[in-house]
């Protein structure tokens, strides 16, 4: 075998495991502004040596290095943190070195404390080390000379990313609604003020363009609308316009930049619906015909997803000859989005098209507009679930709505912390295409329930237009689709229902709490049974709720020594007021069916 080609030879300094990175640095981990990125890495060298190091980062597009140092917590472990002030890429990097003077010092130490009496030729590197001067003055000087004099330096071969974004891509509040049933934009615009006073952050609205009429359905999904059904909002475009456009029945483009208005005075910003499949009466049809699948005998293939079918709704040809025409007008379509004021997009069904095309879009678009957030609403595998986060997505959908019992939420959400460089998730309690089981048959103390889960467990979570009222009522047994569902017909709706104040005092905790603002801080504690889940959400609040919507149900939670808690502490329920004496131990808990304690341990 022939020596390296190379003058020098290689470093002797190993820099590993360097973290967060995600899939060795073809990726980027995620992070937003402001928030203390924490950097640890596996750093030695053969022989005895002291080391140092240092974490490099800088800005997207920017030259100048900053640096941080990182500290040796034992083993070969070191630490450190960045903290990201701009959005957009970050480039961070590992540097490590030899401390000759540090080095020097310990060894001569060592020889002391062995009662080695001749020193001489040791003093005399010294000497020639430090520029003369006594061991005293030496030891002054060490501190300064070893950050400065970098000797047989190494670094990772290559940077890696932050895809640093702001903070409501990791922290907020959403309420789904249809405009249509609010009294259109102006109607939207109206309510916005409601919903801030209720601490909503995000209000997400469904496809709002022109709905085509072939093949429309009606009520509950039947094949043939009658006179007046509105159709599904998701069967976007007519011979008004497509995804550029506006449905004229939900009022003008000044109204549509009125909302927008509205959202940003009172703090609570408007999410659109991007949903990349269009009506039998897309414009897109007619212009670019070579964008949609057909089959053999020349008819349009409609959307699917068995045993559901959407006769009203083509999807477009990612595999298309003609596809970077189809890429380059798609992207059109959100930059005219965010020209308008749009900055965050709920994306349909991701999952069923090209996840270079994600990459490329979200990384265009918040190029031009970096404030810019995507949900990803990609019910699937976990491994194209993942990968869309990694490719650009600010958020994403999960299978929470899903997730009931203990057992199965313990499961997940662990699982959902092993994702957690690069995977933020949203805890939507239901959806207008979802209605579980759960909440049809548990009532209001099952609502109840999944409300304080999902917005103490995640960071992000949202209720679509509904829940607050405690509807439940399924088309059909077996069914997870709303009888009556508003996606096929208009609702009269507004802000009455009886789980608002618990709404409300919730969202009111999440702005007050940080902990609850973060999402890998969750540590599951034991209880006995399986009907109370018990949590911390780091070091000042323990959450347990009563699972079971149908009967009232005690337990002891079991507090470990690991949380770092004194013996005994005194807890305030932030729901209720009420005060207990708790210990590292057990604990006695009883609570009604479906209710709550969010615990505050005092300071």
Not at 234 to 263: C, N, Q, R, V
């Amino acid at each position: 075998m022939s020596l390296p080609s190379s003058k020098q030879p290689p470093p002797r300094i190993q820099i590993q495991d360097v973290q967060p990175q995600v899939d060795c640095g073809r990726y980027p981990a995620k992070s937003t502004v402001g928030e203390r990125v924490e950097i640890t890495a596996t750093i030695f060298k053969d022989g005895h040596d002291l080391l140092r190091a240092v974490v490099r980062y800088r800005a997207a597009g920017t030259r100048k290095w900053l640096e941080r140092p990182l500290r040796l917590l034992g083993n070969d472990h070191w630490a450190g943190e960045l903290e990201p002030t701009e959005l957009g890429r970050w480039q961070f990097t590992v540097e490590a070195w030899v401390d000759r003077y540090a080095s020097f010092l310990g060894e001569l130490d060592r020889k002391l404390e062995a009662e080695q009496l001749d020193l001489t030729s040791e003093l005399s590197e010294g000497e020639l080390l430090f520029g003369g001067g006594e061991l005293a003055a030496w030891r002054e000087a060490a501190p300064a000379l070893g950050a400065k004099d970098r000797h047989a330096k190494a670094s990772l071969g290559a940077p890696l990313e932050l895809d640093v974004e702001r903070e409501r891509a990791r922290f907020g509040s959403w309420y789904e609604l249809f405009p249509r049933s609010w009294g259109g934009f102006k109607g939207v615009a109206a309510v916005l003020p409601e919903l801030a006073e209720l601490g909503f952050d995000v209000v997400y609205l469904p496809p709002v363009h022109p709905i085509g009429t072939t093949n429309r359905k009606g009520r509950n999904n039947a094949l043939v609308a009658a006179k007046g059904d509105p159709g599904s909002p998701w069967a976007i475009g007519s011979p008004e316009g497509g995804h550029e456009a506006i449905h004229p029945e939900l009022g003008t483009w000044k109204d549509f930049d009125a909302m927008i208005e509205a959202g940003r005075k009172v703090g609570v910003e408007v999410a659109l619906d991007l949903a990349i499949q269009c009506s039998p009466d897309h414009p897109w049809l007619v212009e670019h015909p070579e964008w949609f699948n057909r089959r053999p005998d020349g008819t349009l293939k409609y959307a699917e997803n068995p045993p559901k079918k959407y006769q009203d709704i083509y999807n477009v040809n990612f595999d298309s000859e003609d596809w970077r025409s189809l890429w380059d007008e798609l992207r059109m379509v959100v930059l005219g989005w965010c020209e308008r004021g749009v900055r965050i997009f709920r994306v349909d069904n991701p999952h069923t098209k090209s996840v270079g095309f994600w990459e490329w879009v979200i990384r265009g678009v918040r190029t031009e507009f970096p404030d810019t957030i995507f949900l990803s609403e990609a019910f699937t595998r976990p491994a194209m679930m993942t990968t869309l986060a990694k490719a650009g997505f600010g958020q994403s959908y999960t299978y929470f709505t899903w997730k009931n019992t203990k057992a199965e939420l313990v499961e997940f959400v662990e699982l959902l912390l092993g994702w957690s460089p690069y995977y933020r998730p949203n805890f939507f309690v239901n959806t207008q295409d979802i209605l579980h089981e759960y909440l049809q048959r548990g009532g209001p103390p099952a609502f109840a329930a999944r409300l304080v889960l999902a917005a103490t467990l995640s960071p992000s979570y949202g209720i679509y237009s509904g829940f607050e009222s405690f509807e439940n009522v399924p088309l059909r047994e077996g069914s997870e689709e709303y009888l009556d569902s508003e996606k096929y017909e208009l609702k009269q709706r507004k802000l009455d229902g009886p789980l608002l104040p618990l709404v409300r005092r919730l969202n009111e905790l999440r702005r007050a709490e940080p902990a609850l603002q973060r999402f890998e801080n969750v540590r599951f504690l034991e209880t006995d049974g399986e009907h109370l889940l018990a949590y911390a959400k780091g070091r000042e609040l323990v959450v347990v709720v009563n699972l079971d919507p149908f009967a009232p149900r005690e337990d002891v939670v079991i507090v470990r020594h690991e949380l770092g808690l004194p013996p005994e502490f005194a807890v305030t329920d932030l729901l209720s007021g009420e005060r207990y004496r708790w210990r590292v131990g057990r604990n006695y808990v009883g609570l009604a069916p479906g209710q709550s304690h969010v615990l505050k341990l005092a300071s």
